[in-house]
Nanobody, 117 residues
Framework: QVQLVESGGGLVQAGESLTLSCAAS????????MGWYRQAPGKQRELVAS???????NYAASVKGRFTISRDNAKNTVWLQMNSLKPEDTAVYYC???????????WGQGTQVTVSS
């Protein structure tokens, strides 16, 4: 079974930066796409950024230009560099990974990011 472990969440002030990390471990597997989602209270979970195995990236309009997603295929790790954070970025952030041949995506438990004004 694949397990995703997230770290890096916390409390910061508006305008500051934060970096989230997610490492996948477990049985033999190959990860196709990886990404970060977030869910704020009372709202649906939404895509923040995604990255393919070939390093092609996609960002939500609300974070484009402020956030950067990256990955290391050898380490099965994905990061999310978050700059110029705003209070509206406050949410639980979830790591996601699609495992080739599994027919499903795997999720981390989530890490809280809180941005104060």
């Amino acid at each position: 079974q694949v397990q995703l472990v997230e770290s890096g969440g916390g409390l910061v002030q508006a305008g500051e930066s934060l970096t989230l990390s997610c490492a996948a471990s477990g049985s033999t597997f190959i990860i196709n796409g990886m990404g970060w989602y977030r869910q704020a209270p009372g709202k649906q979970r939404e895509l923040v950024a995604s990255i393919s195995r070939g390093a092609f990236t996609n960002y939500a309009a609300s974070v484009k230009g402020r956030f950067t997603i990256s990955r290391d295929n050898a380490k099965n790790t994905v990061w999310l560099q978050m700059n110029s954070l705003k209070p509206e970025d406050t949410a639980v952030y979830y790591c996601n990974a699609y495992i080739v041949g599994s027919g499903r995506a795997f999720w981390g438990q989530g890490t809280q990011v809180t941005v104060s004004s």
